[in-house]
């Protein structure tokens, strides 16, 4: 089946600590991009990436970091820099370059506390 | 900068009523417009997808319309039922920074 695969489903983290959230998608899509939900306040983007090697700030990227070495796979570093990570993270795929046709697949989350 | 707004941002309904949730944008340089589905704690399913060419899609029970120049998106749903309650989000992809922007979302119950 092709989608998009976010792991680990629950994560928790103790405070200084740098944690790594995974997104695999076997969809063959360029696009790539990570969001955060917070309660009431829909989703905001963290970082997206239209193809391998290169990725983008999103409106929210102070604290976290990416990598795109692969198509299949963009994951995100919460680092420690980021002082209030607790939140539910959303990783999405598209095709690109975008266009009147594109559609946005997301996987199923990832939900970060910090402990 | 593009920002997406949903009214209402909860609405409870008595099942078997149709119902609109209405999203608004303030750029219209948008390609397409997208409406999803969230589960409690679930990832997002996509419903339905308009062309920024289009005016409206239909999937089943639901209608979304298309007004660009005005920046206005509407779900309609038909005949509502206790399996529509979800929060519903509207997002844009954005043509100059090619990239998509969501609403904040309208959290829908629907009573049996």
């Known amino acids: 089946d092709g989608g998009i695969t976010q792991s680990p489903k629950y994560l928790f983290r103790k405070e200084g600590q740098n944690v790594t959230l995974s997104c695999e998608q076997n969809l063959n899509h360029d696009a790539m991009y990570w969001y955060r939900q917070d309660p009431g306040q829909g989703l905001r983007l963290i970082y997206y990436?239209?193809?391998?090697?290169?990725?983008q700030k999103g409106d929210i990227a102070e604290g976290y970091s990416v990598s795109r070495e692969k198509k299949e796979s963009f994951p995100l570093t919460v680092t420690s820099a980021q002082k209030n990570p607790t939140a539910f993270y959303l990783c999405?795929?598209?095709?690109?370059?975008?266009?009147?046709?594109?559609?946005?697949?997301f996987g199923q989350g990832t939900r970060l506390t910090v402990v | 900068k593009q920002e997406v707004t949903q009214i209402p941002a909860a609405l409870s309904v008595p099942e078997g009523e149709n119902l609109v949730l209405n999203c608004s944008f303030t750029d219209s340089a948008i390609y397409n417009l997208q409406w999803f589905r969230q589960d409690p704690g679930k990832g997002l399913t996509s419903l339905l997808l308009?062309?920024?060419?289009?005016r409206e899609q239909t999937s089943g029970r639901l209608n979304a319309s298309l007004d660009k120049s005005s920046g206005r998106s509407t779900l309609y749903i038909a005949a509502s039922q206790p399996g529509d309650s979800a929060t519903y989000l509207c997002?844009?992809?954005?043509?100059?920074?090619?990239?998509?922007?969501f609403g904040p979302g309208t959290s829908l119950s629907v009573i049996p």
């Open positions: 999405a795929s598209s095709i690109a370059p975008t266009g009147p046709n594109t559609e946005a697949f």
């Open positions: 997002a844009v992809g954005e043509t100059s920074y090619d990239k998509v922007i």
């Open positions: 308009i062309q920024s060419s289009q």
């Open positions: 990436s239209q193809i391998v090697n290169d990725f």
